[in-house]
């Protein structure tokens, strides 16, 4: 309990220029000298996790500054790689350009506890709700997807013009996604088990179209003020899709 209140007390640190300006470099990992393509640090534990171009995960105790496991990833590679809320479990995208699917890794004995298939092209962002079983991933593939850690299927997709930058709050309430020059926010609300949720955003940006498992309706939302604007039915017997021509 007392190391949890320190790391509290460490966090509500308010930050200033002074502050900023007085911080020197407090500790060096020289276990591996090569390029970092991700890193990431668990929210109540004082592990570090690190993705090289080695093709290897390095889980770090940044308390006392050392390397505590190295596991190869060298059939698919490693590019980014978060923490779940569990601080030996994280989720890391491949980078050998034939298989683009996540896997969630348990770093306790190597083992993988679940694949998420869905992009097609390679992951460029990754991100974990900490207090939640969600996450959020971007990829090349102009396609944003929420999974849910507990899940195969993905548990919603947004299809975006450009390349997709994604992040969860804390919370599990909102997340945002930039591309393209612009930056939205979305509410995360629960969808039921037996409807679609897929989107697109028109070529200018100003809306999204979106398709649901509710009555089989197409809305139209207008990104600046957040508000639907038309719907349509669809004549489908199935939730509809989507895609901007």
């Not at 320190?6 to 007085?22: C, G, N, P």
């Not at 779940?84 to 298989?99: A, C, I, Q």
């Not at 809306?207 to 639907?228: C, H, L, P, R, T």
Request: net charge negative.
């Amino acid at each position: 309990m007392a190391g949890q209140s320190e790391r509290e007390q460490k966090v509500s640190l308010e930050l200033t220029d002074e502050i900023l300006q007085s911080m020197e470099v407090g500790m060096t990992f020289r276990d591996y000298n090569g390029r970092i393509s991700s890193m990431d640090f668990h929210k109540s534990s004082n592990y570090l996790v690190t993705a090289g171009d080695d093709e290897s995960i390095r889980l770090y105790d940044i308390a006392n500054a050392t390397c505590l496991k190295t596991i190869n990833s060298k059939k698919y590679g490693v590019d980014l790689v978060s923490f779940t809320s569990h601080p030996l479990t994280v989720v890391y995208s491949s980078k050998n350009g034939w298989d683009e699917s996540l896997r969630l890794l348990s770093l306790h004995d190597n083992k993988y506890l679940r694949y998420f298939k869905g992009h097609h092209d390679r992951v460029v962002s990754l991100s974990l709700c900490s207090r939640k079983e969600y996450l959020i991933s971007g990829s090349l593939d102009r396609a944003v997807l929420l999974w849910d850690q507990r899940a195969d299927k993905c548990q919603g997709l947004l299809r975006v013009q450009g390349r997709p930058a994604a992040a969860y709050d804390d919370q599990g309430l909102v997340f945002a996604i930039a591309f393209g020059g612009y930056l939205s926010t979305y509410n995360v609300k629960p969808v039921s088990s037996n409807s679609t949720l897929e989107a697109s955003f028109g070529p200018e940006g100003t809306y999204v179209i979106s398709g649901s498992g509710d009555g089989n309706v197409y809305y139209a939302w207008s990104v600046w003020s957040g508000k639907e604007v038309a719907s349509w039915m669809s004549s489908q017997a199935e939730p509809p899709g989507l895609q901007e021509a």
